[in-house]
T-cell receptor, first 114, second 110 residues
Framework: NAGVTQTPKFQVLKTGQSMTLQCAQD?????MYWYRQDPGMGLRLIYY???????DKGEVPNGYNVSRLNKREFSLRLESAAPSQTSVYFC?????????????FGQGTRLTVV | ELKVEQNPLFLSMQEGKNYTIYCNYS?????LYWYRQDPGKSLESLFV?????AVKQEGRLMASLDTKARLSTLHITAAVHDLSATYFC??????????FGKGTKLSVIP
C-alpha cells in the first residue's frame, strides 16, 4: 500500500541546472497533480493531468514542464532551475475529482536551488 | 478567480480548550476538503464535504460546510497535544483544480 511515491526526497541544484521529479501512484487513479508549497503560501498547483494522455497548466506553471508517462506516472521537469523554484514539491493523485473524491499526496521533494 | 481564506493563520491553545478554524471562499464551490500536515510531512486527508449543511466528525475534530455563506469550519473539542499540526482547507469549483488556503498552524500547549 505505497500510495503516492515521489523521488527524490531532497535535492540541491545550482542555478541553470535541470532535473526531473518523479511521481508514481499505485491506486489506479485517473488524475494526478503537482503542487509547490512555500512558507505562508499554502499549496499552489503547477500542472495537472486529468487523465492519461492529458496535461494542463495550473496556477504557477512557468519554468516547469510535465509528462504523464502512463496512468501511474507523472513527472515534473525543471529545465533551467532558478532560486525562485526553491520549494517543497508535492505530487498528488485522485480517482476523479468530478466524483468529489479527495486527493492523496506523496511525501514531498524538498528542492533547494543555489 | 477562486480565493480561499483561512483564519486564524496561527493558533496557540491550551489542552482541554475548544476552538474553531474558519475557511471562507469567494465563489460557488461543489466540494471542500480539510487536510492535516505535520512538520516536514505530507498532507493527510481529514474530511470531504460535498453539500450544504454537511457535518463530519472524527475524534475531537468536526467539520461543517455552509455553501450559502461560503464558509467551512473545523471545530476542535478538548484539544490535546497530538492535534498540533497545520490544517488546510481546499476548495474545488467545477474543475480539476483545488485552491488551498494558507493553512492554520495549531499549537496545543500542555
Amino acid at each position: 500500500n505505497a500510495g503516492v511515491t515521489q523521488t527524490p526526497k531532497f535535492q540541491v541544484l545550482k542555478t541553470g541546472q535541470s532535473m526531473t521529479l518523479q511521481c508514481a501512484q499505485d491506486m489506479n487513479h485517473n488524475s494526478m497533480y503537482w503542487y509547490r508549497q512555500d512558507p505562508g503560501m499554502g499549496l499552489r498547483l503547477i500542472y495537472y493531468s486529468a487523465s492519461e494522455g492529458t496535461t494542463d497548466k495550473g496556477e504557477v506553471p512557468n519554468g516547469y514542464n510535465v509528462s504523464r508517462l502512463n496512468k501511474r506516472e507523472f513527472s515534473l521537469r525543471l529545465e533551467s532551475a532558478a532560486p525562485s523554484q526553491t520549494s517543497v514539491y508535492f505530487c498528488a493523485s485522485s480517482e476523479n475529482p468530478t466524483l468529489n473524491t479527495e486527493a492523496f499526496f506523496g511525501q514531498g521533494t524538498r528542492l533547494t536551488v543555489v | 478567480e477562486l480565493k480561499v481564506e483561512q483564519n486564524p493563520l496561527f493558533l496557540s491553545m491550551q489542552e482541554g480548550k475548544n476552538y474553531t478554524i474558519y475557511c471562507n471562499y469567494s465563489t460557488t464551490s461543489d466540494r471542500l476538503y480539510w487536510y492535516r500536515q505535520d512538520p516536514g510531512k505530507s498532507l493527510e486527508s481529514l474530511f470531504v464535504l460535498l453539500s450544504n449543511g454537511a457535518v463530519k466528525q472524527e475524534g475531537r475534530l468536526m467539520a461543517s460546510l455552509d455553501t450559502k455563506a461560503r464558509l467551512s469550519t473545523l471545530h476542535i473539542t478538548a484539544a490535546v497535544h497530538d492535534l498540533s499540526a497545520t490544517y488546510f482547507c481546499a476548495v474545488g469549483a467545477g474543475s480539476y483544480q483545488l485552491t488551498f488556503g494558507k493553512g492554520t498552524k495549531l499549537s496545543v500547549i500542555p
